[in-house]
């Protein structure tokens, strides 16, 4: 090709694409945020697994050393007790019908509260622990119960 002027002009080059590796500073940091966030999300939920684990060791140990049913419905109570303290310090101080308000815990499901602790098989927290003829179907019944409340109370979920 010539132009009017007389010069040669000629195709414009493109230069080569950058090559993919190794790659632009900004992407190795992405790349750091990214395996920093998933190592540190992964420790988190692996701390919590264990927490939830030791508690739940804890809660059926705590029952399988006792025979008789109203020692375990005293080891639950106990536990509760315990695991309340960490929400509220003064809530192992309750007694009777508070207590149980107190295990109720907030209504979470809109238009119908449910209150297992007083008015279900939890009510055996007041009295179970001191009555000699005590059924073993009884405190079946509590046991998920008192299980999913002392877990709640010591803040470890799935």
């Known amino acids: 090709m010539q132009s009017s002027d007389g010069l040669v002009l000629r195709e414009i080059h493109q230069p080569e694409a950058p090559p993919w590796w190794p790659p632009a500073p900004g992407w190795w940091l992405v790349a750091a945020v990214v395996i920093i966030a998933v190592v540190v999300s992964t420790r988190l939920w692996l701390r919590r697994r264990r927490r939830r684990k030791a508690a739940v060791r804890l809660f059926d140990d705590a029952l399988q050393a006792h025979d008789a049913a109203s020692a375990r419905v005293a ?4 536990l509760l007790r315990r695991a309340a303290r960490r929400s509220d310090p003064a809530a192992d101080k309750l007694e009777g019908e508070a207590w149980l308000a107190f295990l109720d815990g907030p ?5 119908r509260a449910e209150k297992p602790f007083s008015q279900g098989p939890g ?3 007041l009295d179970g622990g001191f009555r000699r003829d ?3 179907e009884v405190v079946r019944d509590l046991l998920p119960l008192a299980r999913k ?6 803040a470890v979920r799935k």
């Not at 080891?75 to 106990?78: F, M, N």
């Not at 209504?107 to 238009?111: L, M, Q, T, V, Y």
């Open 75 to 78: 080891a639950i109570s106990e």
């Open 107 to 111: 209504s979470r499901k809109k238009g």
């Open 123 to 125: 009510r055996l927290l």
């Open 134 to 136: 005590l059924a073993d």
């Open 149 to 154: 409340r002392y877990l709640e109370l010591m």
